[in-house]
């Protein structure tokens, strides 16, 4: 399946239409962005490094029963899926507090939550990510009450299947955001998982593998991914 005509850039990936109405090929760029984009720096192999690591998360997921948009890995940095009506609402899980829900209810970064919590953030940039309820989310017609009992309940399956995967190789998975679409009807998880959209800390050292790295300038970014991915065995081509 060959890229054509760019559908569109988003900050960290771009979309091009494909020769089938239904797919999509996204190019994962080495664009890293932090605060809504108000910082963009290229992380070199970052695209490359983040495609990968997301076929092999989507594919672990999809073989536990969550649908998702993943069909091919297509490259390095490119993936075949399936094109989804994008629901413009970030779906977090905490397993522990840390970003922001410690500088907006003043808990302390490593608090446990268990159950997990399950918070909602709107996708919009320009009014940096505001948290909303699943009554805006209704009431704004992003979703209907179905399609968010389904986020929801696909989001913490995720978050179990993953959190197990993870603790398996010396990692506490903290928190992740996963976005869903409409596909013929269903929803299904699109979008992406890979170290710049989920926070991980070595159990040993607590020591973040994640893009925190970035936000907070600790350096070796790249390093912190690829030796996730390594854990995980993931087998890179480049
Ligand atoms: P951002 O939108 O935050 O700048 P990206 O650079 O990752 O993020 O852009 C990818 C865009 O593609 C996002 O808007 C995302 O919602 C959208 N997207 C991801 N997966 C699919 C899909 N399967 N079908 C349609 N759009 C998708
Ligand atoms: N996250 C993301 N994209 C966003 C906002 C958050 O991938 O636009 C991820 C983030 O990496 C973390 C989780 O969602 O793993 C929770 O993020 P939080 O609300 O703490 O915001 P942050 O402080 O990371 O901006």
Known sequence: MNALELLYRGKAKSAYLTEDQD??????????SAFDGEII???PEKGAVNNQFNAFIMSKLSENGIPTHYVERLSAT??????LDMIPVECVVRNQAAGSIVRRLGVEEGMAFDPPLFELF?????????MVTEHHVEAFG????????RMYELTLEANTILKGMFDNVGLE???FKLEFGRFH?????GDEFSPDGCRLWDKSTGEKKDK?????????VLEAYREVAVRLGIVFDT
Not at 23 to 32: A, C, N, Q, S
Not at 142 to 149: D, G, I, P
Not at 185 to 189: A, F, M, Q, T, W
């Open 23 to 32: 797919l999509l090929v996204l190019k994962f760029r080495d664009d890293t």
């Open 173 to 175: 998975l903290v928190d």
């Open 41 to 43: 720096v290229q992380l």
């Open 122 to 130: 709107l996708k919009n940039d320009a009014l940096n990510d505001p």
């Open 142 to 149: 992003w979703a209907n009450r179905h399609e968010m009992a």
């Open 212 to 220: 925190d790295r970035f936000r907070q300038n600790l350096g070796g």
């Open 185 to 189: 009807g269903e929803i299904v998880l």
């Open 78 to 83: 490119d993936v075949l899926v399936k094109r």
